[in-house]
């Protein structure tokens, strides 16, 4: 539960002062279905005291930007007090986008540099350390990447629980022949 995961983030006995908040950096899958719950949890996890950086590919970053008119919600109504960042996705081609498999390829050799150096420049340049990393599942090369850099890491699923189950269970049901992997 969102609760759970906010007392393994506070060390035991602290009090969440401006000094001692977590800082949680939050990292979707960029796909529809996928931004909005992890920016869902971002914004509890704000009401509760954590400071969140959510981190976009420059392609989704720029599309919100550009979403930004006068009179209509703007990125900042839409983070509120998240910070909204960004990095390279690697993909050259826009077309790459829409091939899921191509896409994730792209994305696994190209992003986890940059997402260490986001992660390396924050931890120099703020006074808020990032203390976990969120991230997609699909997205599980950031979770390595919060390893290498010793930082607490959680898995996200965007989807239902439902859902999960049944994903998680196509290893065993292949196995015991009940479906075939086409």
Known sequence: STQKLMNSLVPSG?????STKP???AIPFPAQGHIMPLMQLSHRLIRRGFLVTFVNTEHIHERLMAAEQPGKP???DFAGEIKLVSIPDGCANGSDRKK????????LKEMPGPLENLILDTNIRDAQKITCVIADVH??????VAEKLNITRVAFWPASAATFSVVASIP???????IDSN
Not at 139 to 144: I, T
Request: no cysteine; aromatic share 12%; proline share 0%.
């Open 74 to 76: 703007s990125s900042q």
């Open 100 to 107: 899921f498999g191509t896409f994730s390829n792209i994305m």
């Open 139 to 144: 997205m599980f090369w950031a979770l390595e």
């Open 14 to 18: 602290s009090t969440m002062s401006s």
């Open 23 to 25: 800082h949680v950096l």
């Open 172 to 178: 065993q049901l292949l196995e015991k022949r009940v």
